[in-house]
């Protein structure tokens, strides 16, 4: 069929089509959206395959207010050169950008003077085009670029990019892996994923090094991204990070327990224990028990000695081609001591979050934690698996130091005050010390004058004071002593320098002043916007919801360490 034939028949399809669907519908043009606080990225549907026929596809953006936005368009092919049903238009409350479409000049980057724009994407009858795919971002990152950026389109050595939220997803290959680096015709933003440098709910501040090439990239698949084989390149790229990424399952005090382990027959018994969990071994892994008769999830759980940081973890199958097992999906758990099990949650939508484990008996897969956990003892708790239940494990992270700041938010109640379950609470009891007075001696106030008394009133006066003084409490109330002594002893707490900044609440009213005191005191330790985001959020969902919410948040333990 010819090229008139084919657009006879598009005309054709377009006077039979019904109205409702000639119309289109706003929303069903729309394809990949992923947007957080600060930053998103929104494509067409279908990208960057062809867009469909008569649909519409209308979104509202958003940065926070008292910020300006900055959209850059990744790539735009429209079809139709009038822009007549066929086009992409931003609207603000003061300003319209476009319509635009075909071969027309487009800009690059478009620096919005409000903080909110309504993207209109509308579709005819065509036959070919991949749509558009943009990215956002408030004022606060103009570094920003987008989902298709490639390492080879800059010359620097060194650099420093934003990515912006909801990349993972996009079309386009990466090479190479965290430790040897990235051939240089990767995506920039994918690849950071990858390596576990930004999220892709978040998005983040990316550090780049350009180094010379090397003769074959390993891939491997990590954070939901794989990374394919690549050939030899004259150039490659490194992440800058904080170097909270070496092994902790080597060191002498990590021991590794189960809840059940299985006991093969072949030939003779082969134990499948958790001492063979460990990554670095080439014997076998742990495998649990077939669990059909046992209503309890099974785990892996890993004592690290200590409270320690950490940032990811590396699992495998059996490794054995004989026994094809393996876990294809898991979720982590983490306590301290005395201290409750608590579920690793997203950040963006505050759910447990579930990791992508393995898909063959072989390959290891890579997932990281952003922000990281703050724990001693560590479980992955299978969820679904091929076969039977087999896990090998890396954890990686670092030792707490006091050049390894980290925040670390908890959450307070009145009936866990001094409860052995909570670890970590903040004293909030009055304690008496013998440098901190516990409380104000009303009768030594009081003295100078009833002797005042004395002299004005005369004897029958003093006595009298003397008798009313005797009934009533010479150091005032209860309620009044703790309170007085919570004031004097909760500075000197919070001025303390210690490896980690830990934030408890006892009244939800001091909530958001706290908060900003202490963000603001911090702000000059962290590099990177993942700490001002969490602050803001908790303080966001303080005001909306109350302390339920918040609660929510803070069972995570979060770190923010860059």
């Not at 008798?467 to 004097?488: F, I, L």
Request: hydrophobic share 35%; charged share 20%; net charge positive.
């Amino acid at each position: 069929m010819g090229p008139g034939a084919r657009r006879l028949l598009a005309v054709l399809l377009v006077v039979c089509a019904p109205a409702r669907l000639r119309a289109g519908e706003p929303g069903d043009g729309c394809g990949h959206i992923v947007t957080y606080q600060d930053s998103g990225t929104m494509t067409s549907k279908n990208y960057p395959g062809t867009y469909p026929n008569h649909t519409v596809c209308e979104k509202t953006l958003r940065v926070p207010k008292g910020k300006t936005l900055i959209l850059r368009l990744g790539d735009l092919d429209i079809e139709s050169q009038t822009c007549a049903s066929d086009y992409l238009l931003f609207t603000s409350n003061s300003d319209q950008y476009g319509p635009y479409c075909g071969s027309m000049a487009v800009p690059k980057e478009l620096l919005l003077n409000t903080n909110e724009v309504t993207v209109r994407f509308a579709s005819g009858s065509h036959i070919s085009g991949r749509g558009f795919l943009l990215t956002y971002a408030s004022s606060d990152h103009p570094d920003l670029i987008t989902c298709l950026e490639r390492a080879n389109h800059y010359l620097k050595t060194e650099y420093s990019k934003f990515c912006p939220a909801g990349c993972r997803d996009i079309a386009g290959d990466i090479s190479g892996n965290l430790v040897d680096g990235y051939r240089d015709t990767s995506l920039l933003c994918k690849a950071a994923i990858h390596a576990g440098i930004i999220a892709d709910e978040l998005g983040g501040q990316i550090s780049v090094l350009q180094r010379k090439g090397i003769s074959r990239y390993e891939g491997i698949l990590a954070n939901g991204v794989l990374s394919r084989d690549g050939s030899l390149s004259d150039k490659r790229f490194l992440f800058t990070s904080n170097g909270c990424s070496r092994s902790l399952s080597l060191e002498p005090d990590t021991q590794i327990r189960a809840s059940w382990q299985w006991v093969s027959e072949m030939g003779e018994q082969i134990h499948w224990s958790p001492d063979q969990a460990q990554l670095q071994d080439q014997d076998l892994s742990w495998a649990a028990g077939d669990g059909k008769n046992r209503k309890q999830r099974e785990w892996l759980e890993t004592d690290l000695g200590e409270k320690k940081k950490i940032t990811g973890i590396m699992t495998t199958g059996s490794t054995q081609s004989n026994f094809n097992f393996y876990v294809k999906s898991f979720v982590m758990k983490f306590k301290n001591n005395n201290s409750k099990w608590r579920s690793y949650k997203g950040i963006a939508n505050n759910k447990e979050k579930v990791f992508q484990g393995n898909s063959n008996f072989r390959d290891p897969v890579r997932n990281n934690f952003i922000p990281p956990i703050v724990a001693r003892y560590i479980r992955v708790v299978p969820q679904t698996w091929h076969q039977r239940i087999a896990l090998n494990v890396e954890l990686f992270g670092c030792q707490i130091t006091q050049g390894n700041d980290s925040l670390v938010l908890n959450k307070t109640s009145p009936n866990t005050v001094g409860s052995s379950e909570r670890e970590d609470e903040t004293i909030t009891k009055s304690i008496p010390s013998a440098e901190i007075p516990t409380g104000i001696n009303v009768t030594a106030v009081a003295l100078p004058l009833v002797l005042f008394g004395l002299l004005v009133a005369g004897m029958g006066i003093f006595a009298a004071l003397r008798k009313k003084k005797k009934k009533g409490n010479p150091y005032g109330s209860a309620k009044a002593q703790k309170t007085d002594c919570w004031k004097q002893i909760k500075y000197p707490f919070a001025r303390h320098q210690s490896a980690e900044f830990t934030i408890s609440y006892d009244h939800e009213k001091e909530m958001t002043q706290k908060l900003d005191l202490i963000t603001s005191d911090m702000a000059g330790h962290y590099k990177g916007n993942y700490c001002q985001e969490l602050t803001d959020k908790y303080t966001a969902s303080r005001n909306k919801s109350g302390a339920e919410t918040v609660d929510d948040h803070e069972d995570l333990y979060i770190s923010c360490v860059f």
